[in-house]
């Protein structure tokens, strides 16, 4: 009892010597002088942010609560391991770090420190933890000239989805050649034939029969944020009577004997029967919901093409059934099919113009591209992606 006692009384009076020390015992010590008078600067605070819409690709936020007595020249930041990563520098305004010296999909640290004008460093500061997200995401979506539909003979099967063969092929082959080989994009085609911008919404069947999901949900599902995602998107023409004009074209043109003849019926085909008037409120709000919705729920950039010329181009050997007499005629119409797609955008959405020569498929699957025509536009949109700010390691 004796022993118990005079523990307590131990405990006590070390309390009490404990609790009578001055109040700056229990605070943070105050930052050391430097030889010079000068003091290092201190990150208070740090956090790494998820890939955002306007970061380029493999790069990510930084927001950064940090002080100094001068000034804070640049940031510094390292990807550790099993050891200590090598170090790379930070911008003051806007930091930002690269994955691209790391891999996907792995267990990392990240620490950062600041260092001032007179190259004085913080003491490093451990913003984050954890495994790296995934390579960039391209996922391709809208209709026929998206999917790689592909036939060869008007009696045969089609095939509705190829992405192989699709110009999201392209996009993804060029993009990765502008990142380190672990990085390579990642690539899934959601595209079907003869999807509308309506089907794009609530899906539907495509013309081999099969039935599709909402293209919105899926690409919201596919799209996610701990990584960097571009949508890319070719539809529009098939919310309208397009099937029904092009009957028209090839059947009017086939029996005229004359390029006045051919441009009448061009006239005719794309004036009278495209129903393309009575249809642009539609497809602009349908545009307008899609992108809304990809802007709101998604941190992906968002790229719709636009359709190309087709005149002058083979539907079989020898034959020319849309020829350059009805360029005028056509660029008219696809004008105003481009500006009801473009009306629902809004300064997120990248507009891809396919102004340049497409080759196309022969036969069952003209006016479609072929090979080479898909890898033409695969290289209009992948320029533009890069042109909005790729980045190169």
């Known amino acids: 009892m004796q022993a118990r006692v005079r523990f307590l009384l131990g405990l006590a009076g070390a309390l009490a010597v404990f609790f009578a020390l001055p109040a700056s015992g229990h605070v ?51 990807w550790n391991r099993a050891t200590y990563g ?18 996907p999909y792995t267990r990392y640290a990240l620490e950062l420190r600041a260092v001032d004008v007179h190259n004085n460093p913080s003491e490093w500061y451990r913003v984050w933890s954890g495994v790296t997200p995934g390579p960039p995401h391209v996922i391709v979506a809208g209709d026929s000239v998206a999917s790689g539909y592909t036939k060869r003979w008007f009696l045969g099967d089609a095939v509705c989805r190829d992405p192989d063969r699709s110009y999201g092929r392209t996009v993804v082959s060029k993009l990765s050649a502008t990142l380190p080989d672990q990085w390579a994009v990642r690539y899934t085609n959601i595209a079907w034939a003869s999807a509308s911008v309506d089907d794009m919404l609530s899906g539907g069947d495509d013309s081999c029969g099969a039935t599709h999901s ?67 409120e539609s497809i602009a709000t349908g545009t307008a919901i ?5 802007i709101a729920n998604t941190n992906a950039r968002v790229f719709w093409t636009g359709y190309y010329d087709f005149t002058d181009t083979e539907l079989a050997p020898r034959w020319i059934p849309i020829g350059s007499e009805c360029r005028a005629e056509l660029d008219e119409a696809m004008l105003v099919l481009h500006n009801a797609i473009r009306a629902g955008f809004d300064d997120n959405i990248t507009w891809v113009a396919i102004d340049r ?22 290289g209009a949109i992948a320029e533009a992606i890069i042109d909005r700010r790729i980045a190169v390691p």
């Open 28 to 78: 943070r010590p105050p930052v050391s002088l430097l030889p010079d008078g000068d003091t290092p600067p201190e990150i208070h605070s740090a956090e790494l942010q998820d890939p955002q819409r306007h970061n380029q690709l493999l790069e990510a936020d930084l927001v950064i609560d940090a002080t100094d007595n001068d000034a804070i020249a640049r940031f510094e930041y390292r």
């Open 86 to 103: 090598s170090v790379h520098a930070a911008v003051v305004e806007g930091p930002k770090v690269s994955y691209a010296s790391i891999r």
């Open 214 to 280: 909402s293209q919105l949900d899926q690409i919201d599902a596919l799209a996610v944020d701990d990584s960097w995602n571009i949508v890319v998107v070719t539809a529009g023409i098939n919310s309208t009577n397009w099937a029904d004009v092009m009957v028209e074209l090839t059947r009017r043109t086939a029996f005229s004997l004359t390029e006045n003849g051919d441009r009448r019926a061009c006239d005719s085909a794309l004036h009278a029967t495209w129903n393309i008037e009575a249809r642009r």
């Open 290 to 294: 899609i992108t809304e919705s990809l």
């Open 357 to 378: 020569d497409i080759e196309t498929q022969s036969w069952a699957g003209w006016p479609h591209p072929n090979a080479q025509g898909h890898d033409t536009i695969g």
